[in-house]
């Protein structure tokens, strides 16, 4: 274990210079408060929970105090907004504040979000809100604990610092891990002006700190560019199969590690719907929820544009062919597990189509579905979810096609239900639940984040006590409105 003041630092992307990144020291905010911590975060960098409880934690993650070895640095980024190139934006509101060894040797960016304004900040203040940092503390930790990759999040400080948004808030701070803070963006700004000789020297940095097998490529870009379309399949076929809906897919937040990466307006699926738009100030729908397979690709092929520099641009029309193909294979496998299923059959997609859409025209909730499927799958009757079907033929006809199908599959109901529980969350992040904590903490009671935290970082585990966070939204908590602005 190590103390939260001796840290070991070495700070790769700082040295890469003043064209990568600008030094700039945080704003703090005052009074800060912390409102909760993830245990399982602090374990990424040797620390030990008890020392969220001194005083020098609060001051360091609201910007009151530095590291001596950090190197504080605002990185830049431009990107694909809602499909137009945005020249210029880079970290407008958050510090990458150095690389971490742990002493596993893993490197560990701390980026401090909401530490106040930078060259990149244009008309921006700097700051985050409490309810954003809240949202992306939440969604980080839990879609780690479903088996998704995602950034980290070590804690939120809260404040009494004033931010106007559309209404006055309170400035706050949520401390981000991640592996690396490179998103497709890096690469486009660099492209785009033209300076591609600081192109390579980004792609040289990209592959000896996080892609060094590709080294071993006789073209290492495009093996490395081969490697971010699989991870990309990968994760995206995490969101489909999970529910997920990011939200805000610009290239700019898009990460080069495949993880999921810069929560804002993002939800889980409720009832479920393939065209659910979670964003509010996304008028056209372009990042709806069906629609993130493509945009996937989209940003994917923005990424092969900005490396053409470097790699001959039809092998990266080749890579990038890859990508649907290998999206839909990790989709079916995700899917066949949440069916309880280990072997494979060539009807499979057939039969889910036909469930997601039976599911769409009678408004079933996504996630209690399945589990109480492996419930059910133990009973042997369907009658219970029945229920919860308008077209009761069309569901019979489901019902009928799914046994026979488990059937083939063999094992026995008790190993299937095991199996799908494990697959299959009792507790998801869902809207309605983030906006009660949120509620509370911003009257400065933070008891509820932090069990909701708690809950939701064993999402597969029966909690009892704490069904009710396994409920369907009320009415009010299905409508509400996720904007960007936060
Ligand atoms: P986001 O929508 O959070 O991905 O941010 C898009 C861009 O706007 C990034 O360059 C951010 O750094 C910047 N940005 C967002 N909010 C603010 C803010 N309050 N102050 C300054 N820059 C911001
Ligand atoms: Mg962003």
Redesign the pocket.
Known sequence: MKSLTDLTFDNRFARLGDAFSTHVLPDPIAEPRVVVVSPAAMALLDLDPSEAESEVFAQLFAGHKLWSDAEPRAMVYSGH?FGGYNPR??????LLLGEVVNQAGEYWDLHLKGAG?TP???M?????VLRSSIREFLASEHLHALGIPSSRALCVTASSTPVWREKQESAAMVLRLAQSHVRFGHFEYFYYTQQHDLLKQLGEHVLGCHFRACLEQPEPYLAMFREVVERNAELIAHWQAYGFCHG?M?S??MSILGITF?Y?PYAFLDDFDARHICNHSDDTGRYSFSNQVPIAQWNLAALGQALTPLVEVDALRETLSLFLPLYQTHYLDLMRRRLGWLSSDAGDDALIQRLLQLMQDSAVDYSNFFRELGDSAAEQSLARLREDFTDLQGFDAWASAYRIRSAQDGGTQAERRTRMHAANPKYILRNYLAQQVIDAAEQGDYAPVRELHAVLSRPFDEQPGFERYAQRPPEWGKHLEIS?S?
């Open positions: 907004q934006l880079g970290d407008g509101r958050g304004q990149y900040s244009r921006g203040d700097g700051r985050a805000v610009n700019d937040n810069d804002g960007c936060s």
